[in-house]
């Protein structure tokens, strides 16, 4: 059946196929986006127990162990109250399952009136290389819930505001995507804090500025952005705030400093060979058009011998906080400190 899509998520069309064709007997539910994922769940089971929930049709079986005589039970109770019974599995570790072979067979052998359904946890990604995923994968509809297009970001953002008696500039959406994450669960808040403070009926890229919270890697690119316009005390002043902020890891900053250097690097080479946006989005990884604009202009405010160096002072900083008994923060400083400076590799 279904394997991993490779192409981007579409969450209209997943909905679609399943509205079309009907519950499948097993699905594998994962990926970042939750706020997709428990809505697709709730399609399932509405189509599954359209008269809602019983203890007849409807069992959930919480990990982090899952017992194979157990889901044998589940899988084979008849519904009473509806045509299909409902299965819904969360907390295992599909990756390090004790009794794999056994739990396999159950579930290649669902009958045709009941559903499975794995919801897995957003930092669960499974492993193709074991015997257990392939076979799974083999019988399962497998969704990989990741983060929505742009565009229909926007409108979902646009949506939220309006629900809240608010409109929202474009440009405002773009900025609140950049600042706060693209996963929707995490903007719910956001946008909500917005819409009580925006005084006006429009919501503007200030408001998003004056409420929405900055997470790290938007914090690490306006940085990078500081320090390409030469706007050295800002760009410290940003790494301060960085670092004041005790949930701020300084190994995961450097991670996140490093893939922003090594996208910046990316962009200049293809500026420098004429290579257009569409090339930089592909290479760099950035997902949205906005982000790619931001980046070539940042990018050009750096020298390529600067940014090559930058890449390889964050590798070499990255050696140093796993191998040295220095003060992380303190390291991780210097490396910022470095490459404000303006350091290169000797050429011109």
């Avoid at 609140?176 to 909500?192: A, C, K, Q, T, V």
Wanted: proline letters at 3%; hydrophobic letters at 40%; glycine letters at 6%.
């Amino acid at each position: 059946m279904a394997k991993k899509n490779e192409e981007k998520f579409n969450y209209k069309a997943v909905v679609r196929k399943l509205k079309e064709n009907g519950p499948q007997n097993l699905y594998l539910l994962w990926g970042p986006e939750d706020y997709l994922r428990e809505y697709f769940l709730s399609e399932i089971k509405g189509l599954c127990l359209p008269d809602g929930d019983d203890s007849f049709s409807y069992k959930r079986m919480n990990g982090p162990d899952l017992d194979a005589v157990e889901l044998q039970q589940a899988v084979d109770a008849i519904p009473f109250l509806s045509e299909r019974s409902l299965v819904e599995v969360r907390g295992v570790d599909l990756n390090r399952l004790k009794d794999a072979d056994a739990v396999i067979k159950v579930l290649a052998d669902i009958p045709d009136y009941c559903t499975v359904v794995f919801v897995q946890g957003t930092d669960f990604e499974p492993d193709g290389r074991l015997k257990q995923i392939k076979k799974l994968r083999a019988i399962a509809e497998e969704i990989e819930f990741t983060q929505q297009q742009q565009n229909e970001l926007t409108k979902w953002i646009a949506k939220r505001f309006a629900a809240l008696g608010k409109s929202i500039e474009f440009d405002a959406s773009q900025r609140l995507i950049f600042i706060s994450g693209d996963l929707m669960n995490r903007l719910i808040p956001e946008i909500d804090k917005i819409a009580a403070y925006a005084k006006g009926e429009r919501v503007t890229v200030s408001d998003v500025e004056a409420v929405a919270h900055h997470i790290p890697e938007a914090v690490i690119f306006t940085m990078t952005d500081q320090i390409s316009q030469k706007s050295l005390n800002n760009a410290l002043a940003t790494l301060s705030e960085l670092l004041s902020d005790k949930n701020n890891e300084p190994i995961a900053m450097l991670g996140m400093l490093g893939l922003q250097m090594r996208r910046l690097y990316a962009a200049k080479l293809a500026q420098a060979q004429n290579l257009g946006a569409a090339y930089v989005k592909e290479v760099s990884g950035c997902k949205y058009d906005f982000q790619v604009t931001k980046l070539m202009q940042a990018a050009r405010g750096y020298s390529l011998p600067q940014l090559k160096k930058a890449v390889e002072l964050c590798a070499e900083t990255d050696y140093r906080l796993k191998s040295s008994g220095g003060d992380d923060r303190d390291i991780f400083k210097e490396l910022v400190v470095r490459i404000a400076a303006g350091e290169n590799d000797g050429q011109d």
